[in-house]
């Protein structure tokens, strides 16, 4: 079993910063990539971006040259979001991709104020 953890969430102003973290925990040797969705009320979750274990990284168009995902160690993922804006207001989720599933953290909620 695979646990996923988000934190760093919280409330910013619009062109502040937010780091967020992915701890996870279990048997993750075998994940092919990690990343971070997003889902904003009354929308559907879309990707923000990912980063595979050979460290390919992907990005939603929305996003780019703004936010940044890292690798920490072996079980983290991190996700820093600069220039935010007001639209980057969303539920943000981890998630760990396998051969056989996905999983997914709670989420961790960022709201920019404009």
């Known amino acids: 079993q695979v646990k996923l953890e988000e934190s760093g969430g919280g409330l910013v102003q619009a062109g502040g910063s937010l780091r967020l973290s992915c701890v996870a925990s279990?048997?993750?040797?075998?994940?092919?990539?990690m990343g971070w969705y997003r889902q904003a009320p009354g929308k559907q979750r879309e990707l923000v971006a990912t980063i595979t274990t050979g460290g390919n990284t992907n990005y939603a168009d929305s996003v780019k040259g703004r936010f940044t995902i890292s690798q920490g160690n072996v079980n983290t993922v991190n996700l820093q979001m600069n220039s935010l804006k007001p639209e980057d207001t969303a539920v943000y989720y981890c998630?760990?991709?396998?051969?056989?599933?996905?999983?997914w953290g709670k989420g961790t909620l960022v709201t920019v104020s404009s």
């Open positions: 279990g048997f993750i040797s075998s994940r092919r990539a």
């Open positions: 998630n760990a991709q396998f051969p056989s599933r996905d999983y």
